[in-house]
């Protein structure tokens, strides 16, 4: 059954510095999204993609964050300039159509010291 | 504005009791709800939606509208549904973002 994929699985970064997360969504899907969830905390939206550009996007999301489609596979999320609160597990989701559920990838571990 | 309640964070029981796991939602229109569920070092799937009645696991859901629920049932835990649960809500839209609760670890011990 296919997957969605992210790379890396832990990334450690100083602050500061910016960081890219990669996500393979599953190759039919249109809809594309990604979350956070600080430890201990619950799973919060930040932004959703479809059709090449921003459909939504949380008050997270401020002008530090961007989001891409560069080559029709991969979707990524970058953070500027890391900050130590953007510490969390970031996952990423793609959807079929309307009528799908979202399927998420196993997320990407960011640290930042 | 929409917002998911999930009163408890931990549900411990013996295996073979029965689970209930409570959720709450605030939404203006008509939302669709959802509980997915994390296993120890996996990613979030899929347990049920209310739109497909559909009984996983042995787990069943209901949307109660009136009481804006749904909770999560089984009449017997097992060991192997220890794990992470999230209530979530989708509110109208064709990409419409997800809702969570602040989730609740379910142990069921032998």
């Known amino acids: 059954e296919p997957e969605v994929t992210q790379t890396p699985s832990h990334q450690v970064t100083q602050m500061g510095q910016e960081v890219i997360l990669r996500c393979v969504p599953i190759?039919?899907?249109?809809?594309f999204y990604w979350y956070r969830q600080i430890l201990g905390q619950k799973v919060e939206f930040l932004v959703s993609?479809?059709?090449?550009?921003?459909?939504?996007k949380s008050e997270i999301f401020d002008d530090q964050f961007s989001v891409e489609r560069p080559d029709g596979s991969n979707f990524t999320l970058k953070i500027r300039s890391t900050k130590l609160e953007d510490s969390a597990m970031y996952f990423c989701?793609?959807?079929?159509?309307?009528?799908?559920?979202?399927?998420f990838g196993p997320g990407t571990r960011l640290t930042v010291l | 504005a929409q917002r998911v309640t999930q009163p408890e964070k931990l549900l411990s029981v013996f295996k073979g009791a029965p689970v209930e796991l409570k959720c709450n939602y605030s939404?203006?229109?008509?939302?669709?709800l959802f509980w997915y569920v994390q296993y120890s070092r996996q990613r979030l799937q899929l347990l049920l939606r209310?739109?497909s009645r559909e009984s996983i696991k042995g787990f069943t859901a209901d949307l109660n509208k009136g009481e804006t629920s749904f909770h999560l049932k089984k009449p017997f835990a097992q060991e192997e549904d220890s794990a992470m649960y999230y209530c979530?809500?989708?509110?109208?839209?064709?990409?419409?973002?997800?809702?969570f609760g602040k989730g609740i670890t379910l142990s069921v011990r032998p």
């Open positions: 993609f479809y059709n090449n550009e921003i459909s939504e």
């Open positions: 989701a793609s959807l079929r159509d309307s009528t799908d559920t979202q399927y």
């Open positions: 979530a809500l989708r509110g109208t839209g064709a990409n419409s973002k997800l809702t």
């Open positions: 209310h739109i």
């Open positions: 939404y203006s229109g008509s939302p669709e």
């Open positions: 190759s039919n899907h249109l809809y």
